[in-house]
């Protein structure tokens, strides 16, 4: 899950509307037409599910409250907005939330799973105790973590696991093409921009420090903090001085 950084209230995005017109728009606190933070949103952190990473057209993006507005969470507040797919948001429901959750503005939750071949996502065992149990808590929230056969398997309209198994072969498959130079990094870079899947192509391209860098560059808000230039890109903790370093 693509760790990103969101702006604060008082700073500034710039995006294209409807009407083709470029906007210069100050993060508000609040915004009583909650939807109006869509936008603004998208142009911070990119068009994609802050969750499954999927590609949405704007009109498809839903703006998501961490703290569902049914158990009380800030239907305004910019701080509990992310953005959402569908199915995510289904998925999501109206849990009560509390600090005890990973989340990709907050952690670095890149190192907070593992993604595979087969498409499944899971909890990266290798970080601390603590950690593990916040990162399971968003997995369970959001399902990502539901495959075919499993006791708790997808929804009919549930892609989300075919989706990152598509994704990996193509990574693969787009990787020895890369080593082979049959395709540029401006290739990759673009075909992730259109499909999303971003934790899966940034996984599968480990050890080429010129595409992750680009997969880090090129995709508005990711954390750049979360991963280490000088290893490989590796991730890093993000919150180390923290019971919970991630």
């Avoid at 499944?120 to 990162?135: F, G, T």
């Avoid at 075919?148 to 990996?168: M, V």
């Avoid at 992730?192 to 940034?202: E, R, Y």
């Amino acid at each position: 899950m693509r760790p990103i950084e969101k702006k604060k209230p008082g700073d500034i995005v710039r995006y294209t509307d409807s009407n083709d017109q470029e906007v210069e728009h100050i993060i508000q606190e609040n915004y009583p037409d909650y939807g109006d933070a869509k936008f603004p949103l998208a142009s911070n952190i990119g068009q994609y599910c802050s969750y499954c990473e999927g590609y949405e057209k704007i009109h498809s993006l839903e703006v998501e409250h961490m703290a569902a507005k049914a158990k009380g969470g800030s239907r305004t507040a910019w701080n509990n907005f992310l953005l959402c797919c569908k199915i995510c948001n289904t998925v999501k429901g109206v849990e009560v939330i509390n600090d005890d959750f990973h989340w990709p503005h907050l952690n670095n939750t890149f190192y907070s799973f593992v993604y595979d071949e087969t498409g499944r996502v899971k909890v990266n065992d290798s970080i601390p105790a603590l950690s593990q149990v916040r990162a399971q808590k968003l997995l369970d929230l959001t399902g990502l973590h539901r495959y075919p056969g499993d006791a708790n398997g997808p929804t009919p309209k549930d892609f989300r696991w075919k989706y990152r198994y598509e994704a990996w072969k193509l990574a693969t498959d787009w990787k020895l093409k890369f080593l082979d130079r049959l395709i540029t990094e401006d290739d990759i870079i673009s075909r992730v921009k259109d499909k999303g899947q971003w934790s899966i192509w940034f996984t599968v391209f480990k050890g080429i420090d010129s595409v992750r860098a680009r997969l880090i560059s090129d995709f508005p808000g990711t954390c750049a903090s979360c991963f280490d230039a000088n290893n490989h890109y590796e991730p890093i903790e993000r919150n180390p001085d923290s019971p919970d370093p991630i």
